[in-house]
């Protein structure tokens, strides 16, 4: 049985498992409760063993297929809080260097990335030179905000260290709101935005 329990964080979807046992004229009623989010994470650090590798085997990233299925049962659970959906892309067409080193500095780049957001959100790479971030419970201006901080201090990057050939990077982002409960919809806009977007380590910030 699952039913929805309010606490100081917000609506949580537990799952309930009870069994009545009969012994001796007497009865035993012996249950647990689970919360339904936390055992969707557990369920997905299985699918996590795929998770792509840095050539130094630190973990980056979860694989898209456990990270969507994260995104998808969290929002689910989480209608009423507002969430932001963003999408980087790193471009390798004019990567003198190489596709090997084009790689190793898109790593390099992701994992410096990766600073800026929470453990809770949850990220994972979205094609060879993508990733795709699912912020939680967060406002629309922040979202433009952390984006644009992200690009700024990439692109400072990549004039300080033009050495390095580091790859130019752009954004696109959407907000996810309540009446917002289709992730492959959302994912369209996200990909639309970043078609369309001005936002890049191309232009001033």
Avoid at 125 to 130: K, M, T
Wanted: charged share 25%; aromatic share 10%; net charge neutral.
């Amino acid at each position: 049985m699952e039913y929805r329990i309010l606490t100081r964080n917000g609506y949580k979807w537990i799952l309930c498992h009870s069994r009545l046992s009969v012994k001796s004229g007497h009865s035993f009623l012996y249950g647990v409760m689970l919360d339904i989010e936390e055992l969707g994470e557990l369920y997905s650090q299985v699918e996590e063993c795929r998770t792509p590798m840095l050539p130094e085997g630190v973990r980056l990233f979860q694989n898209r297929e456990a990270a969507v299925g994260r995104m998808q049962n969290y929002l689910s659970r989480h209608r009423f809080l507002t969430s932001g959906l963003i999408l980087f892309s790193f471009s390798s067409e004019n990567a003198s260097a190489g596709m090997k080193y084009a790689r190793q500095s898109f790593l390099e780049q992701a994992l410096f990335m990766k600073r800026f957001f929470r453990e809770d959100d949850i990220m994972c790479l979205d094609g060879e030179y993508e990733i795709l971030i699912l912020c939680r419970n967060i406002k629309e201006e922040d979202i433009k905000i952390k984006c644009r901080r992200i690009l700024k201090e990439l692109r400072y990057q990549m004039m300080s260290q033009a050495s390095k050939a580091l790859l130019p990077v752009r954004t696109g982002m959407t907000v996810i709101r309540v009446q917002d409960d289709d992730f492959n919809e959302c994912y369209g806009r996200v990909r639309a935005s970043l078609l369309n977007t001005a936002l890049s380590t191309d232009q001033e910030l």
